[in-house]
């Protein structure tokens, strides 16, 4: 079968979508400050209580799309992120808001979940680690339009309307355009149950969803703020902030595309990943530390940036080779969902409460230690991976 890439474009078209739910947080920070009184804490909770449905439900969420079907749950993912951000731009308190965000949250996980499991049967198996490289592009070019656009309305509940009416306009898209699902798994709690077991006990999947973990930990303690340090920092507008955090969040596409090409050259899995955490843990301690003048220090989040882009890559691509079974792709990925969305919630919410105790250099520890953790989970993994095909 033919890599069908009009099909793959669509997909990362879904996950930019979503992404951008995510972004519009960090570069309306300025506005639902003046607008609601918020301060960085608040706003770290803005950003991280997003994923909390996906900290809990991505190993059900992954059940369902074996079931249910994957296009399915991609639409019905789509159609909840526009409705969550819908009540959002009515919200008239950061309680609702703070709601508004948790059905957001509800839908990035479907679309995240959905949206690599159909790579599956789009792309070509030679072709399987280019098409991952490719979807994992959705979260810093979703981000990146977000931090361009969003200085461009007049207000934050318009940037809400917005991205309502793009998730909105991509459901539908992925409606008439996606082939209809195949072959389902039979869904049941205890099959979920005993799927479950057996994802975990493969440790693979585990090791995956942990380094998943470390990495968003560490992309979202600088990302979740990046607009407000640059603000504080180098005393730039709101608007020349979004310019220079697009900039830094695109060059994380060029660490997704690299991984791409250095993995089909036979890179191994784990020194990719030890490097990029060694690099994100050094380049943190520059940019939280104030050490450097201004431009090096924002060289040093572009590379943190374009560096870091290699891990999401490399860890979704990986994730048919730690399977115990070709049906369970679905709940590894559901798992490494989870493990991503536990980072993007403890990133921000603990970087913001240290930031507002102790200053930006309190984001170094945080950084630092995480960058140590993903070193050594990236040598227990590409021990545990090998470029095999699915195991019967």
């Known amino acids: 079968m033919a890599t069908r890439w009009g099909a793959v474009s669509l997909i990362v078209a879904a996950g930019i979508a979503a992404a951008l739910q995510v972004g519009k947080a960090a570069i309306a920070a300025p506005m639902l400050r003046a607008d609601l009184g918020l301060g960085l804490s608040a706003i770290g909770w803005l950003t991280g209580v997003f994923a909390l449905l996906g900290l809990v439900g991505g190993i059900p969420a992954g ?37 508004s965000r948790i059905v957001e949250g509800a839908g990035f996980l479907l679309i995240t979940v959905a949206a690599p499991s159909i790579l599956e049967h789009v792309a070509q198996r030679s072709r399987r680690d280019l098409a991952f490289a490719l979807w994992s592009c959705f979260m810093p070019a979703g981000m990146a339009i977000a931090m361009l656009a969003g200085p461009l309305f007049d207000g934050w509940r318009d940037i809400w309307w917005a991205s309502a009416g793009l998730a909105l306009a991509v459901g539908i898209a992925v409606r008439c355009v ?51 340090l640059l603000m504080e920092r180098m005393q730039v507008t709101h608007q020349m902030a979004g310019l220079l ?16 090409l250095l993995l089909s050259r036979g890179v191994g899995r784990g ?23 201004d431009m090096p220090t924002f060289g040093l989040c572009v590379l943190f940036s374009a560096v870091g882009g290699l891990i999401p890559a490399v860890l979704l691509s990986s994730a048919p080779l730690a399977v115990p079974t070709a049906g369970l792709v679905p709940i590894v990925l559901g798992l490494m969902v989870q493990g991503n969305n536990l980072g993007q919630i403890a990133g921000p919410v603990a970087v913001g409460s240290a930031i507002q105790s102790h200053g930006w250099p309190a984001a170094a520890v945080i950084v630092g230690v995480a960058a140590l953790a993903g070193m050594a989970t990236a040598v227990t993994l590409g021990r545990a991976l090998r470029p095999v095909s699915y195991r019967a």
Not at 213 to 223: C, D, E, G, K, N
């Open 178 to 228: 996606l082939p209809p699902d195949g072959q389902r798994r039979r869904w049941s709690w205890q099959g979920l149950a005993v799927d479950a077991t057996a994802t975990v006990r493969a440790g693979g999947p585990l090791g995956l969803a942990a380094a998943f973990a470390l990495y968003s930990l560490m992309f979202f303690a600088l990302f979740g703020f990046l607009p407000v």
């Open 245 to 260: 955090s697009a900039l830094a969040t695109a060059a994380n596409i060029l660490g997704n595309l690299a991984a791409g």
């Open 63 to 99: 059940a369902l799309v074996a079931a249910i079907g994957g296009r399915r749950i991609l639409v019905l993912g789509l159609l909840v992120t526009a409705a969550g951000s819908a009540l959002g731009a009515s919200a008239g308190s950061f309680a609702w808001l703070l709601v």
């Open 271 to 293: 020194t990719l990943l030890a490097g990029a955490s060694l690099a994100m843990g050094v380049a943190g301690l520059g940019i939280f530390l104030p050490v450097l003048p």
